[in-house]
């Protein structure tokens, strides 16, 4: 065993029989993504009882089966502390949450290696993030996009990220996102549940596609505006692109997405002399239970100063 690894024993659920292994796994242990369970399977980390490894993530599961998976422990992360202006909205020994920027990217990755969220709480935190991600102390348990502005949360310590990953495991997390989108929607609410996936024709985009993750969005229209509306959407899953995908598919995408927008020429013009230069979505609301001391919290924000022009200037024009 590699030193400081932890193995952490996994049972197969009985609706999970038929699955992929790796889907079932991550069913199973919310605190590990499908992504990590897929690298630790074919790198000989998941064995059975009999301690023969599972090398294929993709061979079917056996609902009841018991698996034992070695986490490795976390590697240093390379990343440092950088004293980056946070807007911190409740923080306690467990966790933090954030009413991120639009700008602001939460994990470094190829093209953005530094001034993201997790430097930025690397030195809030003195170095206090959760390590359950594999990585020492990242903390990160969900995200919003680059250019998605709102609220968010990070673990400080590892039972509240495994408290935390459960609860969006469960899907009992109110998120709730404004957003301004083209059109007026007809019905004025409604649910769109559609799967979601990696598109085929494009990897840097998500599509609906059949045998993709579940996914399902709550919308409700809170005011009419020209050409377009403000519309709240709730959550029931959390998918990547999940607002911006759902919407664009019942015909109404958010004012200024340049990845599923298809903005009307009017609205191209107005965006471009405000200087709005985003998809216009905001993380609005953020309601989970305290993974320590089970207590209710909730937090709204309100949207930033972009945003909230460009909805003024839409309903002076209406």
Excluded at 144 to 150: A, L, P, R, V, Y
Excluded at 255 to 265: A, E, I, N, S
Aim: proline share 5%; aromatic share 4%; hydrophobic share 40%.
């Amino acid at each position: 065993m590699n030193r400081g690894a932890e193995i952490l024993q996994v049972r197969i659920a009985g609706l999970a029989d038929g699955l992929r292994l790796d889907r079932a796994l991550a069913d199973a242990a919310p605190t590990l993504s499908r992504e990590r369970l897929k690298a630790l399977i074919t790198g000989g980390k998941v064995a059975d009882e009999s301690g023969r490894a599972a090398r294929d993530p993709s061979r079917k599961a056996v609902g009841g089966q018991l698996f034992n998976v070695t986490l490795p422990a976390p590697t240093p992360l390379d990343n440092e502390a950088q004293d980056i202006a946070l807007n911190v909205v409740f923080e306690d020994d467990h966790l933090i949450v954030i009413d991120k920027p639009a700008g602001l990217v939460v994990h470094p990755a190829a093209g953005n290696l530094d001034g993201t969220l997790v430097n930025a709480l690397l030195h809030h935190c003195a170095g206090q993030l959760s390590g359950i991600g594999g990585v020492a102390r990242p903390g990160i348990v969900h995200r919003i996009d680059k250019d998605t502005s709102g609220l968010m949360i990070a673990a400080k310590s590892d039972v509240a990220h495994v408290g935390l990953a459960a609860q969006f495991a469960a899907h009992s997390i109110d998120r709730r996102y404004r957003a301004i989108v083209g059109g007026v929607p007809m019905p004025s609410s409604g649910k769109v549940d559609a799967p979601l996936a990696r598109s085929p024709s494009n990897r840097k985009k998500i599509a609906i596609v059949q045998g993709g993750k579940h996914a399902i969005t709550h919308y409700q229209m809170l005011r009419p505006l020209k050409g377009a509306a403000l519309v709240e959407c709730r959550l029931e899953t959390g998918r990547t692109h999940q607002v911006r995908v759902h919407m664009a598919s019942i015909g109404h995408a958010l004012l200024g997405d340049p990845v599923y927008g298809g903005t009307k020429h009017a609205h191209r013009a107005l965006l471009e002399s405000l200087g709005f230069r985003r998809q216009a979505l905001h993380a609005a609301r953020l309601g989970f239970i305290h993974p320590v001391n089970s207590n209710a919290l909730s937090f709204e924000s309100v949207m930033p100063s972009d945003m909230q022009e460009l909805y003024d200037t839409l309903y002076s024009l209406g």
